[in-house]
């Protein structure tokens, strides 16, 4: 069974304001996004980005078989929101935006506006198979790609900000960047936080006994201080001397898969000419210990073939015929 990640980019029918300008560039998205789901042949994919639910459908409708569709009620101010397509039945058990008390607020811009929700909601679905059943969660942090409020009317922060239009994609100074470098920060922090949150709940105590995957596009590296707050506990990561020594903590982790993936499959978005994993698979000790492989893209085929991105507007890329992310996936065995 795999099991995976998505940011789609941009999901969207043709004709409104971020997606296709036509219906041939829409199917050949389509086209494009379904030959990929074919290749990785997912039983259970986590996705982001899809700004049309309908979209999200046509896509399921271009499959094999039977593939059911799961989408959060919370969309970002681009109508953007996560998702599941999967070819076993799901039921959701929590979709979320709400920062967990006692979290506060925090600032998103200059003039002092606060948010106290993610920009998109989080998702969880307990999937049941005839072997066994797990829950998932899927999410989309807030993006390390940054706007400016002031642009010009019709502008759009898009998927750089998940804030509204009349953006723009160049700071002022190097001081506007830094402060809006860090409130981009803090709100993935939140949100982190948020993610963790649910999965505690999903946990009920003892990740060894119940099995959960977070499933997420988390817009930063493995290594960084927001990707690190869904895992819980410090200590038996992947790759340490501690993995192999269980302890207390084992309860309460996430583990990351990446130090799973291939080295030179360890990407899923490339920005400005440099490979970046920003999308993870994090699960709990009952179910890691069924996971037997992970990657990124295709099963067994060649590294990702992505474009470049830069920061700017996400609209440039509106008529492209792919995603800018490679799916991220592991492979378990009951």
Not at 24 to 47: D, N, W
Not at 81 to 101: C, K, Q
Not at 259 to 285: K, T
Request: net charge neutral.
């Amino acid at each position: 069974m795999i099991v995976g990640t998505w940011n789609l980019e941009n999901l969207y029918r043709p004709g409104g304001a971020f997606g296709p300008k036509d219906k041939i560039t829409y199917e050949a998205k389509l086209a494009s996004l379904a030959a990929t789901v074919t290749a990785l042949r997912p039983s259970v994919l986590g996705v982001q980005e899809v700004g049309d639910p309908a979209a999200l459908e046509d896509l399921a409708g271009l499959l094999e078989g039977t593939w059911h569709v799961a989408l959060s009620r919370h969309a970002d101010d681009r109508g953007i929101r996560v998702g599941f397509l999967t070819s076993f039945p799901v039921s959701v058990v929590a979709d979320e935006a709400a920062f967990p008390g006692p979290v506060r607020p925090v600032q998103a811009d200059d003039a002092g506006r606060t948010v106290s929700r993610a920009g998109r909601g989080i998702l969880a679905v307990t999937v049941s198979t005839r072997a066994f059943f797990f829950d998932a969660v899927v999410c989309h942090l807030k993006s390390k790609l940054l706007s400016y409020p002031g642009g010009s009317p019709g502008s759009s922060a898009g998927g750089a900000s998940g804030g509204a239009s009349g953006a723009r994609f160049q700071p002022r100074d190097e001081g506007e960047r830094a402060r809006y470098a860090a409130y981009a920060l803090h709100r993935r922090a939140a949100e982190a936080t948020t993610v963790r949150a649910l999965a505690d709940r999903l946990l009920h105590g003892d990740g060894r006994e119940h099995r959960v995957a977070v499933l997420g596009d988390l817009n930063d590296e493995a290594g960084a201080a927001t990707t690190q707050i869904p895992l819980g506990p410090p200590g038996s990561e992947i790759g340490t001397p501690g993995f192999d020594r269980p302890d207390k903590g084992d309860a309460a982790r996430l583990w990351n898969v990446a130090p799973l993936i291939p080295p030179d499959q360890r990407f899923s978005r490339i920005h400005a000419g440099r490979r970046e994993l920003i999308d993870h698979v994090l699960v709990s000790r009952g179910l890691l210990d069924q996971v037997r492989t992970a990657g990124t893209g295709a099963p067994g085929a060649a590294a990702a073939a992505l474009p470049s991105v830069a920061d700017g507007d996400p609209a440039v890329r509106r008529d492209a015929t792919g995603s800018d992310h490679a799916p991220v996936w592991i492979r378990i065995q009951p």
